[in-house]
């Protein structure tokens, strides 16, 4: 919360100390959440120590550590991230190849507003050809 009296650098700091905590406690490998999240090791080393990263890659790190969205802000400002799903089953985990392209699309998606959110997939669903269209 810079510019409202917090020193940014302590909020990154909690963050980093919530991140290694919560590897800590899912059983989890450096190594792993680097892979879940897409980003390299060095970026959650980055984040481990205090560093600032992209939207985006915070994003992606609460979804590798199955923090419900608002996660990264929560453990910045000493609260405690709500889990969105256990992370030995979460969606994040690779259980066939990825698409890197796919990948970077659906971060996008996810942090447009849920009213975008369904008119891009409405769009999308109408370009599937019939036989590829879930049944209602």
């Given at each position: ?43 959650l ?9 992209s ?23 000493g609260?405690?991230?709500t ?54």
């Amino acid at each position: 919360m810079t510019g409202d009296g917090y020193d940014d650098g302590e909020e990154l700091a909690r963050l980093g100390a919530a991140v290694e905590q919560r590897i800590s406690e899912a059983g989890m490998q450096f190594t792993e959440v680097a892979e879940r999240a897409d980003f390299s090791i060095e970026t959650l080393a980055k984040i481990r120590k205090g560093v600032r990263v992209s939207p985006t890659t915070y994003r992606k790190l609460e979804i590798a550590l199955g923090w419900a969205r608002g996660g990264v802000n929560l453990a910045r400002e000493g609260g405690t991230p709500t889990l969105e799903v256990p992370a030995s089953t979460s969606p994040a985990a690779p259980t066939e190849e990825v698409d890197p392209q796919a990948s970077a699309i659906l971060t996008i998606l996810e942090g447009l507003p849920e009213r975008v959110q369904r008119q891009v997939l409405r769009r999308l669903g109408d370009r599937l050809p019939p036989e590829a269209r879930p049944s209602a």
